[in-house]
């Protein structure tokens, strides 16, 4: 079994809510509470949910950019990046401290459409990471910029166009190859094809799968589609409303979920067959309970089909399931 490459340890993500006429700080909303995972050299963690659910917020808490684009975000918890040089605690990290571990960690975003500086060249945007992070030469970084665009399934020639001449598919190959450039060791990949149509999103996760062999990467692989995270991942990290329900091996959580959740995430799976059987499927009532007033007890619990009383009392463990996997409920 590889290393451990990222641990995140009881981490906790509490964005402030602002209101009143001077603007202050009138409440909290808990997005990620207690998520723990360890996530080891070479593999992939897909970390599902629906929307809204903190998973976003999760990868983003791993890269440390929390703090520069929401003023006054409450942070709590460990997440442990292993280096060569031994471990780092990222979340403590001031912005100074956490810029040379940007070689290390590099992020795909969502939206290829606004990632992307509408008035550089995607040369230019490929190659600024070279400049902060290496010292490689001007002729060096230009043949890196024009190397991995052709990897990536673009041509070098072109390197000196901008964004909006590029397709959604093509762009987000862009941001792949931006990610790449410095050879991170772990690439957190936030819903890098939840803005591609389908047959594009099996280009691009083809894409990051070759890639992934060919430079021994390791990704955090956040979406909202189970049959996508299947798909790529090892591992699934399933959550809710921002607690880790499920964590288990990727064809086990996909094909013997033991949380309610899970069953229902994996039921809502679209069937491309018309004749089949839809007797048994899990759909849930009622309405995801609002962040600022969680349930007391498993969050889960206003929309679960075997909830009993004592499910408001405490949030329940993770604990093993028969299957393999992490679980928790301790009812299914």
């Known amino acids: 079994m590889a290393a451990p490459l990222l641990e995140v340890r009881n981490l906790k993500i509490g964005y402030p809510v602002w209101g009143g006429i001077l603007r202050h700080k009138v409440d909290e909303v808990q997005a990620v509470d207690g998520v723990s995972f360890t996530l080891r050299k070479g593999e992939t963690l897909g970390l599902v949910g629906e929307s809204g659910c903190g998973k976003s917020t999760v990868a983003k808490a791993v890269i440390n950019i929390l703090r520069a684009t929401v003023p006054g975000v409450h942070q709590q918890g460990e997440i442990i ?3 060569t040089d031994g ?9 100074r401290r956490m810029r ?3 070689a290390h960690i590099q992020m795909i975003f969502q939206d290829p459409f606004s990632s992307l500086n509408p008035r550089m060249t995607i ?9 902060l992070h290496t010292a490689r030469t001007r002729k060096e970084r230009i043949d890196r910029v024009h190397w991995l665009l052709e990897r990536v399934g673009l041509q070098a020639s072109q390197a000196s166009r901008y964004p909006h001449e590029f397709s959604g598919g093509q762009r987000q190959r862009i941001g792949i190859a931006r990610a790449l450039a410095v050879n991170p060791q772990l690439i957190i990949a936030d819903e890098p094809v939840s803005a591609l149509d389908v047959s594009v999103q099996a280009q691009v996760l083809n894409l990051l799968a070759d890639l ?9 692989f956040v979406a909202h589609d189970l049959s996508v995270v299947h798909h790529i991942s090892d591992r699934i990290a399933v959550m809710y409303l921002g607690h880790l329900v499920e964590i288990g091996a990727a064809d ?13 995430l994996i039921s809502a799976v679209p069937e491309p067959d018309p004749q089949a059987d839809r007797s048994g499927r899990v759909v849930l009532e009622g309405e995801i309970p609002s962040p600022l007033a969680k349930p007391s007890g498993c969050a889960f619990r206003t929309r679960c089909p075997i909830v009993r009383p004592e ?10 399931k028969e299957t393999g996997q992490l679980a928790a409920c301790p009812f299914s």
């Open 100 to 102: 040379p571990m940007r």
């Open 252 to 264: 086990t959580v996909y094909l013997q979920p033991a949380h309610p959740y899970s069953r229902a």
């Open 81 to 83: 990046f292993h280096t």
């Open 311 to 320: 499910c408001a009392e405490a949030v329940p463990p993770l604990e093993a």
């Open 87 to 95: 471990p780092v605690e990222l979340l403590g990290l001031s912005r």
């Open 123 to 131: 040369g230019s945007m490929i190659e600024a990471p070279l400049r």
């Open 212 to 220: 992934q062999e060919e430079f021994d990467l390791t990704y955090l």
